[in-house]
């Protein structure tokens, strides 16, 4: 059977990382892709491992690191589109920037890193995009609006993109896992608080320090898993809910209706 190729865009750490691993120890051959390769020491020196540039805000970097890929490998059967940003706060005090950069890296730089790669998948009648959502792409959390809507995008994306690219050879996935302690609350988040708005303060402070003990689970390479058993598993399935928080969380949320389900997620805060 011929090797296979996945691209992976936010391969500099946590999910993207664990999942360049994964892949490469499956037989894969990997476009690890991110934002600064020439930081990366570990994924460069493994077998059928191309560290690439890709920002997923740079058009030029989106196609370049494609073809390189396809260069390298001869084609990509894959795509894994990981890399994210979260923000935290309220959503009247966000920075116009803030705003704009949590749709351009979670949303618009997906769309973009996907339209890259689908000519080469439709001329192959043949490719998986897994797309990196949330448990939060399917119930939403105080004070993460920016990051919510973001992710509901890429869940209705999903969902609808299927329907266009199955015909074509094409299936689109949604891994969605709960709570893990990556590194993304110290590198990919943008904290604004309740500003100098001083009606949201008791409610945000009180939601922010229970958000700090809140329990993550450890456990990050299970999501590299879900990943590619995504990619690999062959099948028609949409959504791989991923950890015990999301698995519990969405199919709670699946029985009830919307005010239960906001009393549900009130209890916990
Ligand atoms: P992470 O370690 O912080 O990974 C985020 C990755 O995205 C980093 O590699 C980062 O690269 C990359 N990135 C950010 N902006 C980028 C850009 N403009 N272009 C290319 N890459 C960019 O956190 P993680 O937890 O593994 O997150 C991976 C994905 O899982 C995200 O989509 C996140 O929303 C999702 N997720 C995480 C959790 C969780 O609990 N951890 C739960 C549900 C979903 P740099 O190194 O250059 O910053």
New binding site residues.
Partial sequence: MMTKTVLI?????????DAVRLFQKNGWNVVA????PEREAELGVLDNVLLVR????DSGSIQQAVEEGIARFGRIDALVN?????SLGVLEAAPAEVVRQQF???VF?LIEVTKAVLPHMRKNRSGVIVN?????GRVAFPFSTLYHAT?YAVEGLSESLQFELGPLGIRVKLVE????????AG??LATFGAGDLLDYQPAYNDFAGKVDTWP?SERVWE?AEAIFEAASDGSQQLRYPVGADAVQLLEASKQMDDLAVKNMISSFL
């Fill in positions: 865009t936010g391969a500099s750490s946590g999910f993207g990382k892709s991110m934002r600064s890709l920002d997923v805000t990981n890399a994210g940003h979260g351009d890296v979670n730089g990196v959502s949330s448990m939060g992710k896992p709960g709570g893990y302690k990556t590194d993304f590198r990919s993550m999501v």
